[in-house]
């Protein structure tokens, strides 16, 4: 009997060669995407893929539950002063919760996405590893994930090139597939300015003071439009976001230079490859956004479940709120969040 096999479906050329990819293996293939709005151009074109790839397609609108779970979280986090990673939590409890449903209402014994990574067990744990393609690393992305999501799924193109991926698009038919340009915003954003998207979303700001080195230099437009690191416009010499203070609604900023943290304190740590913190190597690799290269690190409990990371070399602007990666070499041990 055929193993069964649910697929996230998003209409690009990815998730369609990787249902490709598992159909020709033999597995029996479900499409499954969740909808936020009702595109009829986007449906159309999963309907389409389906048809050619011969295999049904599961739909489920889900814009409230995204909302709630994803859209309101991620103002919120900005109205608190942090700057979230909404993707991962996404990944975690939208994607794969939603997958692992699907699959267990047809009786599917696994998931499939289109991300280039790789699924590997180390004594008896799943874990992520890097894809062959080190440019497409989508790793970082995938930190939040546990044994229960890592047991089930299959990254079929995590052992392939991504020219690899479009010319097996290009000589199945789904060549139309390799001309959309590939997206790298929020879904839910949609092109659109931060600031825009929390006022429409009714977050309240109200405007505050910026201090350089304790003088008292302007006005910001209200916290939640900043975000350490981000240039604030201040007549003067270039001025960056150092820090947020809640308690007096005031901006802190400084020179790029002064952005390079060599240390900085994590909680909500999640392991994979390992069970406890006490088997992770004393020095790890960090990554504090999915396109950044890896920097080596030491990472000490500091106590209260809060985890101080040293750095070798500085990184530029590691906010609270932003979610950091963790590797052994291309393994990922798991993630954690910046306090």
Not at 28 to 38: A, L, M, R, S
Not at 72 to 101: D, H, M
Not at 301 to 321: D, F, H, R, V, W
């Amino acid at each position: 009997m055929r193993k069964k096999v649910v697929v996230a479906l998003s209409g690009g050329v990815d998730s369609t060669m990787t249902a490709f990819l598992l159909k020709q293996k033999g597995y029996d293939v479900t499409g499954y995407t969740f909808v936020q709005t009702e595109d009829d151009t986007h449906l159309t074109r999963l309907h389409r893929i389906c048809q050619k790839l011969d295999i049904p397609l599961r739909l489920e609108y889900i814009q409230n539950e995204f909302n709630t779970k994803i859209v309101r979280s991620f103002v919120e986090a900005y109205g608190s002063g942090f700057t979230p990673s909404p993707c991962l939590g996404c990944n975690k409890s939208i994607k794969w919760n939603k997958l692992l449903q699907v699959a267990s209402s047809v009786k599917a014994d696994l998931v499939a996405t289109g991300h280039y990574a790789q699924v590997k067990k180390h004594q008896g744990r799943y874990f992520v590893s890097a894809p062959v393609d080190d440019y497409k690393d989508q790793t970082y992305f995938l930190s939040r994930l546990g044994q229960l999501e890592l047991s089930k799924t299959l990254f079929p193109l995590g052992g392939m090139l991504k020219k690899e991926v479009r010319r097996l698009a290009n000589e199945n038919g789904f060549g139309y597939l390799t001309e959309n340009s590939e997206s790298f915003s929020l879904c839910f954003l949609k092109d659109r300015k931060l600031d825009d998207f929390l006022r429409k979303e009714g977050l309240q700001a109200q405007a505050g003071k910026v201090f350089y080195r304790g003088q008292y230099i302007g006005v910001h437009r209200g916290l939640p439009y900043y975000t350490v690191g981000q240039k604030i416009k201040i007549p003067g010499h270039p001025y960056y976001v150092l820090r947020k203070d809640l308690n007096d609604n005031s901006i802190h900023v400084g020179r790029k230079d002064e952005l390079f943290q060599s240390t900085f304190q994590v909680h909500r740590l999640h392991l994979t490859k390992y069970r406890r913190i006490e088997d992770v190597p004393s020095v790890v690799g960090v990554k504090i956004n999915g396109k950044a290269p890896v920097t080596m690190a030491s990472i000490k409990a500091a106590g209260n479940a809060i985890y101080q990371i040293e750095l070798s070399t500085p990184l530029y602007a590691p906010a609270p709120g932003q979610a950091v990666a963790l590797y052994e070499g291309k393994d990922l041990l798991g993630g954690a969040v910046i306090r």
